[in-house]
């Protein structure tokens, strides 16, 4: 039973005494029980039970709501007419809506229910006489294509057409076993659809029909025509210059008229298209409803019922919305087998529109492309539940299938492999990227990155990544790494987001590590190498866990062969930190084991954190704490240079104290102790007036199990307190406005501030052992090797040597005096005043009526005075004199500029200005200066990106240090950017390492970003 053609603009009711009702995918199903009515217009249908099944809860614009079911103890009727079944079948369509008259509706999977069972069962009978166009599955249905971009029209027929003669139909193709695909793909069974046809350009069309057999004809239309079809699965336009229709039933001139009205009917209808030949398919349904592929060829037979077709010297253009640029599959024969189903014979898969034009092609002889819906799974395999509906997540995949597959690279054939299966929004086979460098420092590198999935025919879980990477170095040696990223939610069953972040790589090591200057070793051992596996994980709401494991072969390897990681990632420590935090309180529990001989670091067996985030009292006070309670074990580095043995330091217990002779301090050999510290400050800020006065009070108690004067333990007391204040100006001044410099009024905003602290402490800084780190890894590195260089090639006296020993570069002192709260072994007798000034000037930029505000330019100025400058700061009242200066001249040009001065001789001072000009994609450009004293640093930087066309772009960058006369490095790349691949060159040189270097890469352009790693340096 279905719904009348005049019926379908009347609203689908439903009411029963007992409904249930669930999700399976995008189906949304109903099971009803006693005095079940569904009703149409005139159509009311009576049952004693009933399953009804939904594709959506929403009528799509312009496209009818599909209901279809199974109902037993059916009464159709009223009266003299009325119908009985113990069965029934019912097709019903809407493009009104559907309305389910029962108040209460029990939400509850129901698929083991007898009904249900039997619904499913009557359906998927072959023998049933009326089966919707949309079949019920057992599992969820997969979503629909995606739009591709549009092509160029077919070309118009001529005046001259051919004479039509009783055309011949072809054999549509048999449908395959393909799985699970949309409904209605290969299904024989009855649909009702819409069909139009219309002249393809101005010119009208001429047609001819043939008998071919019983009640079957063949129409023959020239001239260039368009058919419509649109039915409940979407749409589909075909636009040929000559075509042969076959129909049942009806043919000739009414044909002709059925057609060009475009009525709606079941009548099952097969098509030759020949000419420049484009389909467009549109699916209304599912998560990539509205979107258009297309499909081109010479010369097309579809069975438009069954959703079957055979295209020959075809193209299939296949948009995927997470692929920057459409899939084109070009094949001597492409054939539809399903709705979602295609197979192809001699097969080319690129992302350029025109067959010459692609940089990488993939070949094979038979190769398939299909969009279905598969069960979402975590890292592990494990297949991801919704937590709400305790139903499977799925997700949409564009599956393709090709044997004797290989890739061509401008002709040439580079990569085979026997079969490979994968999603193809990683389109280009296991081959993820090629490098090939060369330098002095690791000579000819060939670099090959590859997809273990698609490598090995594994399903990928989604937002998971895991690369292998086979490399060669001819000066270093072979090396094989993995990397392994993932993220997601409700790993193993645990509620919240994860990340994962796996990074090995090793190399039989058979060079020299060449590091800077005299900077030249020879590695430690030949098997070099690094693991790293980064975890977090959220637990609930209110718990996380950041986890670390590291492992370096040596000192020297993460900066020799991953420089920039070295330079900015966090520290390659190993621990793991379990946080919880609700409102404004926090604790954590932190395990970290010492694994890197070579670093002064402290081990943590264990230590915990507990946090009070700002505290309210009366309305009036605020409190902040933070207690610490943990069992340490300090490790002095063991490879202290040879000539810097350990040995008591001068002065060892002085502030300001010469930095030891060693390039690693302090000299307290290894310690285990415990500690506990609870620091507390008490706020109470107030108005007076237009100021905000905000007193303070400090406490911080701690105890030592030792320290470097007292083997038996003791507490050290740190107690003091301040005010900080503050006030805000500001001015408007709406008669300012200037065209050159983008300025329409000026709001000038100003804050005045000032923080004055007193504290003493009842213990020397000095006899403290220093378990908490100041510094990164690098920076650690690089103090040791420049006083290193400096001791050993510098007498006493120089200012390279002054540089070497000066307390003025002592981090732990510089904490001090910068009033660094955050360590205990930071905190000693200080006082000083701290102000400044923030500046802000603001206006207004736009369009008339659009306009926002902005930071047209701002400066900040600060200054710390020490009034016991003997004690605080070196005998000088003033320190860290600083200022920070921006000018958004434009929305794409800004001047930056700032400097950090040390107001004393030797002392440091930094200077840097620069301008960043900002083109969009087609330019960016920056020039500044820098200046550090009092090493005699005077460096101009230059750094560009162009983009010379659509495809090219270079972009460069150079650094001259005119206060040492040295060239400190310039880098060229040179980049050509196809529709599915980005090709690199560059030319590197390091006049700090000698090393003049050449890389070439290859990057597939059509694959969306990979992951990145995950960034834990919010620890």
């Known amino acids: 039973m279905s719904t009348p053609a005049e019926e379908i603009s009347a609203p689908v009711r439903l009411s029963a ?33 009933a399953v009804v099944w939904m594709n959506g809860s929403e009528v799509r614009r312009g496209q009818p709501l599909r209901l279809w079911g199974y109902g037993e103890e059916a009464r159709l009727g009223d009266g003299a007419h009325v119908q009985t079944a113990r069965s029934v079948l019912f097709d019903l369509q809407t493009r009104s809506e559907f309305r389910l008259q029962n108040p209460h509706l029990e939400k509850r999977p129901a698929g083991e229910d007898p009904l249900y069972r039997r619904a499913l069962a009557a359906w998927q009978t072959p023998s049933v006489p009326e089966t919707p166009p949309i079949q019920p599955p057992a599992v969820s249905q997969p979503p629909e294509p995606a739009k591709p971009e549009s092509s160029a029209p077919g070309k118009e027929p001529g005046s001259d057409r051919p004479e039509a003669s009783k055309p011949e139909k072809p054999s549509a193709p048999s449908k395959p076993d ?122 097309v037979y579809f ?19 997470r692929l920057p640029l459409p899939v084109y599959l070009r094949a001597t024969e492409i054939r539809q087998v399903a709705a979602d189903f295609f197979e192809a014979d001699n097969a080319e898969v690129s992302a350029s529109r025109l067959p010459s034009d692609p940089g990488v092609i993939a070949r094979a002889p038979l190769a398939t492309l299909q969009l279905r819906e598969v069960p979402e799974r975590g890292p592990f395999g494990r297949i991801v539940t919704d937590p709400q509906t305790g139903q499977p997540r799925t997700e949409t995949q564009l599956f393709g299938t090709a044997d004797d597959f290989s890739l061509w690279l401008e002709g040439v054939p580079f990569f085979y492999w026997p079969h490979v299966e994968g999603d193809l929004r990683d389109p280009l086979g296991p081959l993820d990227r090629v490098r090939v460098r060369a330098d002095r420092v690791f000579g000819f590198g060939l670099m090959l990155d590859w997809d273990i999935f698609e490598l090995f025919g594994g399903e990928r879980p989604k937002n998971t990544r895991w690369d292998l990477e086979t490399d060669y170095l001819s000066e270093r040696g072979p090396a094989l790494g993995t990397t392994f990223l993932s993220r997601g939610e409700n790993l193993f069953g645990i509620p919240g987001k994860y990340q994962t972040d796996v990074r090995v790589w090793h ?205 038996d333990g003791t507490a050290r007391f740190y107690a003091g307190g301040g005010v900080r204040a503050s006030l805000p100006l500001t001015r408007i ?14 709001a000038h905003k100003l804050l005045l501030w000032t923080d004055y602290r007193y504290v003493r402490s ?19 590195q690089a103090r040791r090797d420049l006083r290193n260089y400096f001791l050993t090639f510098f007498p006493p006296g120089s200012r390279e040597f002054f540089l070497a020993t000066s307390p003025f570069f002592d981090p732990q002192l510089y904490a001090l005096r910068r009033g660094y709260e955050y360590s205990s072994e930071t905190l000693d007798d200080l006082q000083f005043l701290r102000f400044g000034l923030d500046q802000r000037w603001q206006t207004k930029r736009g369009f008339p009526g659009q306009q926002h505000i902005v930071d047209w330019m701002s400066l900040n100025v ?50 840097n200005i620069g301008i960043f000009l900002d083109r969009g994609e087609h330019m960016s450009f920056y020039l500044g200066y820098r200046m550090l ?29 005119f206060g040492i006369s040295q060239n400190l490095g310039q880098t060229f790349i040179i980049t050509r950017t196809g529709s599915d691949l980005r090709v690199s060159l560059g030319l590197t040189y390091n006049p700090l390492t000698n090393n003049f270097g050449v890389a070439f890469t290859i990057l597939p352009t059509l694959a969306p970003p990979k992951l990145h790693h995950l960034n834990l340096s919010g620890l």
Do not use: C
């Not at 999700?23 to 009576?46: C, K, M, P, T």
């Not at 001047?895 to 030797?906: G, I, R, T």
């Open 17 to 49: 005494d007992r409904v249930v009702g669930w999700s399976d995918g995008n189906l949304d199903i109903l099971l009803a029980r006693g005095n079940v009515v569904l009703e149409q217009g005139l159509l009311r249908l009576r049952m004693r039970e």
């Open 178 to 299: 393909v799985g699970r695909v949309l409904p209605g793909g290969g299904s024989a069974r009855t649909r009702l659809r819409s069909i139009r046809i219309a002249p393809r350009g101005s010119s009208p069309f001429s047609h001819e029909t043939f008998p071919t057999g019983a009640d079957e004809y063949a129409t023959v239309v020239l001239g260039g025509v368009v058919l419509y079809v649109e039915d409940a699965d979407g749409s589909m336009d075909i636009s040929t210059d000559r075509a042969v229709i076959w129909s049942r039933t009806v043919g000739g001139e009414r044909l002709l008229s059925d057609l060009q009205i475009g009525r709606t009917t079941d009548e099952r209808y097969e098509v030759y298209l020949e000419g420049h030949v484009e389909v467009r398919q549109t699916p209304s349904r599912g998560p990539l409803a509205g979107k258009t592929r297309l499909l081109q060829a010479d010369q």
């Open 303 to 321: 069975d438009l019922q069954r959703n079957l077709g055979v295209l020959r010297n075809a193209q299939l253009v296949m948009p995927e919305p």
């Open 507 to 711: 190399i039989y090591d058979t060079g020299t590590d060449r590091l800077g200057g005299i900077r030249t070793f020879a590695p430690p051992t030949p098997w070099r190498g690094r693991d790293t596996f980064r975890h977090r994980q959220e637990l609930g709401e209110d718990w996380t866990f950041l986890g670390q494991f590291s492992w370096l072969s040596d000192r020297n390897f993460l900066e020799q062969f991953f420089k920039r990681e070295f330079d900015e990632d966090i520290n390659q420590e190993t621990f793991a930190n379990l946080k919880w935090q609700r409102d404004d309180l926090a604790a954590s529990l932190l395990v970290q084991p010492h694994l890197r001989g070579w670093v002064n670091e402290t081990s943590w067996l264990p230590r915990g954190d507990f946090y009070i985030l700002g505290q309210d009292f009366f309305e009036s006070l605020t409190w902040f704490s933070r207690a610490s309670a943990g069992y340490a074990i300090f490790s002095p580095s063991d490879d202290i240079p040879a000539g810097f043995p350990l040995m008591p330091i001068p002065g060892e217990f002085l502030r300001f104290r010469p930095l030891p002779p060693s390039g690693d301090f302090p000299h307290s050999g290894r310690r285990e102790l415990a500690r506990l510290d609870w620091w507390n400050e008490l706020d109470w800020p107030f108005q007076l007036g237009a100021v905000k006065l905000v007193p303070y009070g400090l406490l911080d108690t701690t105890w030592y199990q030792e320290t470097l004067t007292d083997p």
């Open 733 to 746: 001044h709406p008669e300012l406005s200037s065209i050159l410099f983008n300025v329409n009024g000026i």
């Open 762 to 780: 009842d213990r020397n800084f000095r006899e403290l052992v220093l378990l908490d780190r100041l510094d990164d890894d690098a920076t650690d």
């Open 862 to 911: 600060r200054a710390t005075y020490f009034p016991d400058p003997g004690r605080d700061n070196f005998g000088h009242s003033f320190a860290f004199l600083e200022y920070d200066y921006i000018w958004h001249m434009g929305d794409r040009t800004t001047l930056v500029s700032n400097a950090w001065v040390e107001p004393y001789a030797d002392g440091a001072r930094m200077f």
């Open 933 to 961: 004293d009092p090493i005699g640093s005077d460096a101009v930087i230059s750094s560009a990106t162009y983009q010379l066309s659509p495809k090219w772009s270079i972009t460069y960058s150079t650094t001259y240090d």
